[in-house]
C-alpha cells in the first residue's frame, strides 16, 4: 500500500495507474473522492486482483493496467525460472484475462504483449515494459485525439450528460466521452457559463457520482449530478442536447457494450430527438464479434444492490446485477474513435474503418 499526495487542481493531471521501477501503482477508486490511495502491485496477480475488485475500472485502463501485468509476470518468471520463462507466463496471463469478462481491450492488450513474448528470447523485462508503455501512451494521445474530434462533431451546445466515468480514471489519461467533454469546456463551445454538464449517479458503484464529478472538480469544471432514472425528464426539459458515453465493446455491426443505463439513455435521447454519441479507441471494437448480443455481460453479486436485511440465508429477495448492457447501432448517433467519426455505424463502416488496423 502507498499513499500519495493530494493530486493538484491542475488540467488532466489525474491518472490511475503509474509505473515504477518498484511496480504498478493502481489508484483505488473504491475510495474516492474521500481518499486518495495507491497501491503498489509487483505481481501479475495482484493486478488481476485489483481489476477484479474494481480498484481499477474502465475498459482502457484495465487493459493498459493488464499490459504492465505482463511485465511484472515477466520479470518474475524470469527470475525464478531464466530461459524456461516462457512456459511458466502463460498461467500469468491467464489469471489475467480472467480478472473481468466484458471489456475487449484487456484482451486486445494481453493479445498483442502476447504476440510480442513470442519473438523475445533473453532477459524480456525491458521489451515488455517499452510495449506497455507504449500502450499507455497512444491510449492518451488517442484520447486527446478523439476529444478534439467530439468536440468538432458537436459543435456549440448548450448542455451534455454523461454516464459512468469515462475520464482519466478510465484511460490512460484525458478520457473517452469525458475527453470530449473537456475539449468542449476547453474550445468555449458551450453557449452559456452556467453548469452544463450533467452526470449520472451510475448505480450501485457510483462511478458518476464518486468518480466523474471529482474528475471534472480537479479541471474546475462545474458540473450537476442526477439520479440515473432523472435522465429521462432532464432531456424533456431541454436541459441537453447530448448524451456522451464510452463503450467496454462494441460489436463488429456497432452495437455497444457499456456501463448499465446505458441503452436506456439511448432509448431516451431517441424519443427526445436527442444526440447520442459513443466514444471509444479502435481497441474496443470486437471485429470477431457479429452483433451485440454475442458479448459476454459480466453480472455481480447480489450484495451490491440488496440491503443487509436482505442478504440473510432464509430471504426471498434476490437481486439482478447485470454491469453492461447492449445499445444497438441504430440507436448511436455518431462513433467517435482516434481513426475518425462513423456517423450511425454499420458492418461496412466499421470495417472500412479497421482496414490495415
Known amino acids: 500500500m502507498h ?9 488532466d493531471q489525474v491518472r490511475a495507474l503509474r509505473w515504477s521501477e ?6 483505488d477508486q473504491r475510495l474516492l473522492p474521500e481518499a486518495i490511495q495507491y497501491h503498489l502491485c509487483t505481481q501479475a496477480s495482484q493486478v488481476a486482483e485489483a481489476i477484479r475488485t474494481m480498484q481499477v475500472r474502465g475498459a482502457p485502463a484495465i487493459g493498459i493496467a493488464a499490459a504492465y501485468g505482463v511485465v511484472l509476470a515477466a520479470r518474475q518468471c524470469w527470475q525464478d525460472h531464466g530461459n524456461q520463462w516462457k512456459q511458466f507466463i502463460k498461467t500469468e496471463i491467464e489469471c489475467l484475462a480472467h480478472s473481468r469478462p466484458t471489456a475487449v481491450n484487456l484482451f486486445w492488450a494481453l493479445n498483442r504483449m502476447a504476440e510480442l513474448i513470442e519473438v523475445l528470447e533473453e532477459d524480456p523485462v525491458a521489451r515488455l515494459l517499452k510495449e506497455a508503455k507504449a500502450i499507455h501512451l497512444e491510449d492518451i494521445a488517442a484520447n486527446r485525439k478523439m476529444g478534439a474530434l467530439g ?6 451546445v448548450q448542455g451534455v450528460l454523461t454516464h459512468c466515468n469515462t475520464g482519466s480514471l478510465a484511460t490512460g489519461g484525458y478520457g473517452t466521452a469525458l475527453g470530449v467533454i473537456r475539449s468542449l469546456k476547453q474550445q468555449g463551445n458551450f453557449t452559456q ?9 451510475t448505480r450501485p458503484w457510483l462511478q458518476g457520482a464518486r468518480l466523474t464529478l471529482w474528475e471534472l472538480e480537479q479541471d474546475r469544471i462545474p458540473a450537476t449530478l442526477i439520479a440515473d ?3 429521462a425528464f432532464l432531456m424533456q426539459q431541454g436541459r441537453i442536447q447530448w448524451v456522451i458515453v464510452g463503450a467496454d465493446r462494441i460489436a463488429a455491426n456497432g452495437d455497444v457494450a457499456n ?8 432509448v431516451s435521447a431517441r424519443q427526445h430527438g436527442l444526440g447520442f454519441m459513443v466514444v471509444a479507441p479502435t481497441s474496443t471494437i470486437d471485429r470477431n464479434l457479429p452483433q451485440g448480443g454475442l458479448i459476454p455481460i459480466e453480472e455481480r453479486e447480489d450484495k451490491e444492490l440488496l440491503p443487509e436485511y436482505y442478504r440473510r440465508s432464509d430471504s426471498l429477495a434476490k437481486a439482478w446485477n447485470p454491469v453492461f448492457d447492449i445499445t444497438p447501432a441504430e440507436l448511436i448517433t455518431a462513433l467517435v474513435t482516434e481513426r475518425g467519426v462513423i456517423p450511425k455505424p454499420d458492418p461496412a463502416s466499421l470495417k472500412k474503418l479497421l482496414q490495415d488496423v
Open 229 to 231: 432514472s432523472a435522465a
Open 151 to 156: 468536440a468538432q462533431t458537436i459543435g456549440t
Open 259 to 266: 456501463k448499465i443505463g446505458t441503452y436506456s439513455l439511448a
Open 22 to 27: 518498484e511496480g504498478l501503482y493502481i489508484l
Open 193 to 201: 457559463d452556467e453548469i452544463q454538464v450533467y452526470a449520472t449517479e
Open 3 to 11: 499513499d500519495t499526495p493530494a493530486i493538484q487542481h491542475q488540467h
